[in-house]
């Protein structure tokens, strides 16, 4: 079993930046893909970015490409998620998901792990 806890969220004013940690503890941090999810009240939880184990492969959501960007430290057991340029519509809870059998990366459904998430707001 994994557990993955994330930090790093906070209240920041648009065009600011923050950067959540994920952190992966009960076994060896070797999933084959490690996402961030997000969810803002009232709408569905949407995919934000995702990378392979190697961190060789990553994906973006269009609404953040260019101003996010996931990394991961296998060592560390840590991946990483740094925002640029925030926008109020990035406000949500934010969370961090592993897989070992994701075929659609782009589907929460498809991930079998979760963080309790961090809140992230951002002001006008």
């Known amino acids: 079993q994994v557990q993955l806890v994330e930090s790093g969220g906070g209240l920041v004013q648009a065009g600011g930046s923050l950067k959540l940690s994920c952190a992966a503890s009960?076994?060896?941090?070797?999933?084959?893909?490690m996402a961030w999810f997000r969810q803002a009240p009232g709408k569905e939880r949407e995919f934000v970015a995702a990378?392979?184990?190697?961190?060789?492969?990553?994906y973006y959501a269009s609404s953040v490409k260019g101003r996010f960007t996931i990394s991961r430290d296998n060592a560390k057991s840590t991946v990483y998620l740094q925002m640029n340029s925030l926008k109020p519509e990035d406000t949500a809870v934010y969370y961090c998901?592993?897989?070992?059998?994701?075929?659609?990366?782009?589907?929460?459904?498809?991930?079998?792990?979760w963080g309790q998430g961090t809140q992230v707001t951002v002001s006008s």
């Open positions: 990378a392979t184990w190697s961190g060789g492969s990553t």
């Open positions: 009960g076994r060896t941090f070797s999933s084959y893909v």
């Open positions: 998901a592993a897989s070992d059998t994701v075929v659609v990366i782009t589907t929460a459904r498809e991930y079998e792990y």
